[in-house]
């Protein structure tokens, strides 16, 4: 028989994780491995603007018929303005094509299928780590993945001496992804000047970038979190761009994203969209209509933007509380570790520093879900629960 022969595929070391917390019955328990922001409450709220945007759709809404291949060119627009600024050249010059993708994760598969269409043999460039699923997304796609240098466990930083040195190196053919702001899964973040050293190589060398910007405006904010973006672009003529408003907007399970694709002309972009339209078609024919309309509405109407960026803020500074209380709660503690770095890193995630065994150790009897490698979601700290993962941290420690 067919299925009776088929061996069932390991879990996903974070999906997974999560179907674990969700069956383990001790009240105790604390999930701070899935990758989703989490109020003071433990759950995912529907921002306000988005609520209200959920009625101006049910009001004025007239058709579910199908969008175009690419998404709605509007819904298009709105997104490369949020992304690159509306003062970026490429956007008056009409270089930039966009088309919409289910999620961040769709934006860089159609990415993958395009580059392994058309830079055939080029190898893709991750940092090293990188978020779990980059790996497997381009290597489904036929790509060959290979590593540079990012992040530095003795710093808690960006190893930017031994990343620059391996950029200068990659062959012109090969393309490099690159975390915008909010690394995954470390929170180390390029400066500025990492930023400029990044722009020179690439300009140099010749490399293609491909851009993962999953997590604007969890950073410093919407304008801040573009810049090494921007830097890049100052000094290179194309790029690949994926964009996600999963987190910033809360719209997860609508799987809102978007592909970009920055070139050196509007006929050498249209002919490049013209391309992903065919990967599009065959994939998935469409995108989803329903979560695009609702970002579209929030970024075009003044009022709904303006409390979408209020909200974005209390999102932001929740987590950079939460990251400072952490911090605290560990130094009150005889941890024998310096845990302040965890304030200095951006977005949701931080490497804490743990071994896997004090992984295992954290998760088999206190409780404490993290993933592998010790990375941690800040978000999903509660005040109720914090105490309370600082002991079972510090008796980690002590393995």
């Known amino acids: ?40 409450k433990g759950a995912t709220p529907v921002l ?36 690159f600024g509306a003062g970026f ?33 080029g190898a893709i460039w991750m940092p090293d780590p990188t978020w779990d699923n980059h790996k497997n997304v381009f290597g489904a796609a ?4 290979r590593a540079y240098p990012y992040y530095d466990p003795a710093t808690h ?40 050293r990044v722009a020179d190589l690439a300009a140099k060398a010749g490399w293609f970038p491909f851009f993962d910007f999953a997590y604007q405006g969890f950073g410093d904010g919407l304008q801040e979190d573009r810049a090494g973006l921007l830097a890049v672009l100052q000094k290179v003529p194309e790029a690949l761009v994926a964009s996600s408003f999963s987190k910033n907007m809360g719209l997860y399970g609508e799987r809102v994203g978007a592909l970009m694709m920055v070139a050196e002309s509007a006929k050498a972009a249209n002919a490049a969209l013209s391309q992903v339209k065919r990967i599009i078609r065959v994939l998935y024919s469409n995108p989803p209509k329903h979560g695009a309309a609702l970002a579209r509405a929030v970024l075009e109407d003044a009022e709904l933007r303006g409390l979408w960026l209020q909200e974005l803020g209390a999102m932001r500074q929740r987590i950079a509380g939460n990251r400072q209380r952490l911090v605290d709660g560990l130094a009150r503690r005889d941890t024998g570790m310096d845990f302040s770095f965890i304030v200095r890193q951006k977005g949701m995630f931080s490497f804490s520093g743990l071994s896997d065994v004090q992984v295992d150790f954290l998760r088999e009897q206190k409780a404490v879900y993290m993933v592998k490698g010790g990375r941690i979601n800040v978000a999903g700290l509660m005040a109720e629960s914090l105490e309370y993962v600082c002991d079972s941290i510090t008796e980690g420690l002590k393995l």
Not at 142 to 145: A, I, L, N, R
Not at 179 to 195: K, M, Q, S, Y
Request: aromatic share 6%.
């Open 89 to 121: 050249h490429g956007l008056a010059a009409g270089s930039v094509a966009v088309a919409q993708t289910p999620g961040g994760t769709g934006a860089l598969r159609i990415g993958a299928e395009f580059l392994r269409a058309f830079r055939p043999g």
């Open 157 to 196: 930083g960006v190893d930017v001496e031994a990343m620059c040195a391996a950029l200068e190196k990659i062959p012109a053919g090969d393309v490099v992804l690159l975390h915008v702001c909010c690394h995954n899964p470390t929170g180390a973040d390029l400066d500025a000047a990492g930023w400029k």
């Open 48 to 83: 306000e603007c988005i609520r209200r945007a959920e009625r101006v759709l049910w009001e004025t809404e007239k058709t579910k018929g199908y969008t175009p291949i690419h998404g709605p060119a509007e819904y298009g627009a709105a997104v490369a303005d949020l992304v």
């Open 1 to 40: 028989m067919f299925f009776s022969g088929i061996e069932p595929a390991p879990a996903d070391p974070i999906l997974g994780l999560t179907e674990a917390f969700r069956k383990d019955p001790r009240p105790s328990k604390v999930n701070l491995g899935v990758g989703v922001f989490m109020d003071e």
């Open 142 to 145: 036929g790509c060959s993945v």
